[in-house]
Structures are given as C-alpha cells and as structure tokens.
C-alpha cells in the first residue's frame, strides 16, 4: 500500500532577503540584554532600541518558528537560539579564502565571523611572497590547491577577495573545485551558474552612496 499520499510535505517559505539582514541584529542586540540579566523581551521593546517596526520584527521572528507569549514576550534565551539555528550559525560551515591582500588579511582577522557561523580554515593567493606563510592561524596556499582541497574537504563556500580584474576567473576556478555558496567582497559583477549562490557586498557602492549624501 502506498502511503506517501498520507504524508504532508511542508513547503519551503520563500524569506525576504531584507529580514535575513535585520536577524544578525536582533542576536547581536539580544545578545547585549541576555548579559543585562533580561529574561524575556517583548517586540515593542525590541522596535524602541532598534527602530524597527514592532509588527515587522513579529514577522521576521515567526519565520524561525518562535512565538511570544502574551504579556511576557520572548525569551530571550528561545529566541537567541531560535534565529541561529534557523540562519545555521549555530554550526561550523567551514568557507576558503581566495585573495590574500589587504582586504583578504582583514577579513581572515575578524575574528567574529564565527561567531556568525564562518569558519575560515585556508587562504589561497598567487602572490609568491605570501604563499606558504600565515595570517594568524590561517596557513596561505597556492591558489593552484584550491581545487584538490575544496574537493576532498567537501568545502562549499568562497570568500573573494582578490582584485576585481581576477574576480571572474577566480569565481569559476571556485566553482570548477565543488564551491556553491561565493561571497563576493569585490566590485565585479560575477557572471556565474544561475545555481551558484553569490552574495555581493558592495562596499564602493555604499561608499559612493555615503559620499552623495555628506555632499548633498
């Protein structure tokens, strides 16, 4: 007898990318009360410090399944590990580093990446001067290795940091090695798989933006 008719399947909830970037700020904040010794906090006093709309954080909350309850709130403690394990930052995901300039240094030491769910196990450029030396803990390999390791260590995130004159062809080098997640730390727009996941940050725009608005 066939029984898979019997089974509900849950649909997958397509999530707003602007409430994913409001949840690192909401454990970030959440965080900072649950050292104060607060135990639950509701919405309104979450939109107070924020400056979020109360009715949109009730949303972004709900997406990870958590509920308050009336008159007491959240708990701080339920919705501190509610948001991570439904953003995965409460596990390892072990990324690569392609690019070990001045950025890629700075990014290998900020430390608070995993606290974020980042963890950075090899850096790789092409720069002789760099190759087989360290950054911290980090051990800077030949970007020539980055293909045999991403591979057998079954890594799947990239972070690129290299010029933007190399950024295409090193995002392909990236895929070609097993890598579907890139986050994109430089000004090139990267032509890529529609099943590759690119993350830009676009640190010129916003400088661009900033510029306008001091000027203006």
Do not use: C
Not at 71 to 79: A, D, H, I, N, P
Not at 134 to 155: C, M, P, S, T, W
Not at 166 to 183: D, L, N, P, R, Y
């Amino acid at each position: 007898m066939n029984t898979t008719k019997n089974i509900k399947r849950t649909k997958k909830v397509d999530v707003p990318e602007p409430t994913l970037k409001r949840m690192p700020t909401y454990t970030m904040h959440l965080k900072a009360l649950l050292q104060q010794g607060v135990v639950n906090i509701s919405a309104p006093a979450i939109s107070e410090e924020l400056h979020f709309d109360p009715t949109q954080i009730v949303k972004d909350f709900a997406f990870t399944g958590v509920k308050g309850k009336p008159k007491v709130g959240y708990s701080v403690v339920e919705l501190i590990h509610s948001i991570e394990k439904y953003l995965g930052v409460d596990k390892k995901n072990e990324a690569f580093l392609i690019g070990a300039g001045k950025l890629g240094q700075a990014i290998l030491s900020y430390h608070a990446l995993q606290g974020f769910g980042i963890n950075i196990i090899a850096a790789f450029d092409v720069d002789k001067s760099k190759v087989d030396t360290q950054y911290g803990n980090i051990q800077i390999l030949h970007f020539d290795k980055l293909g045999e390791l991403a591979k057998r260590l079954g890594v799947g995130i990239g972070i690129l940091t290299v010029p933007g004159s190399a950024a295409q062809e090193a995002a392909e080098a990236m895929v070609k090695s097993g890598i579907t997640a890139i986050w994109n730390l430089t000004p090139a727009k990267l032509r890529l798989s529609s099943n590759i996941i690119v993350q830009d940050t676009a640190m010129y725009s916003d400088v661009a933006v900033l510029l306008h608005k001091l000027n203006s």
